[in-house]
């Protein structure tokens, strides 16, 4: 009989510490897809859909956005305005560098494409374009 309840208190335990390690692990793996960040892989085989990228092509773009995330990676630990000038710099160097890899067409894709992932994102910084056109639209709701 004390057997038993030790037998069944001992798997009720180890059940606990399994489903609690599963739970962990399962929020571990989801905190990038929560932010919505997709790997390096992942976003090259989206655009490599997206704008029909060459065999020659990909391993261009993905080095590319592999070195943008790193930079990125390394801007998280800066002050806001040092962090700010090497986003910035990180994006202008990525847009250099998609205007060689791709052709004109793809590139013009892309750029809408990015523009439209800006829009999407939440407490991102609008683009220059579009923050103009908000104040100019406030100031004509107000007259």
Known sequence: ?????ISLFAAVVLGGLLACATVATAQDAGKDAK?????????????????????????????AMEDMDK??????DLDQSERREKVTAARDDMRKKM???????????????????GKRRKGGAPDEKSSEGKSENKSEKKE
């Open 1 to 5: 009989m004390k057997l038993t309840r």
């Open 35 to 63: 932010k919505g960040k997709m790997s390096a892989e992942q976003r090259l085989e989206r655009m490599s859909k997206e704008l029909n990228l060459t065999d020659e092509q990909k391993p261009k773009v993905k080095k």
């Open 99 to 117: 205007k060689e890899i791709l052709t004109a067409d793809q590139f013009t894709k892309w750029e809408e494409f990015m523009k439209a992932q």
């Open 71 to 76: 930079t990125m990676k390394e801007a998280r």
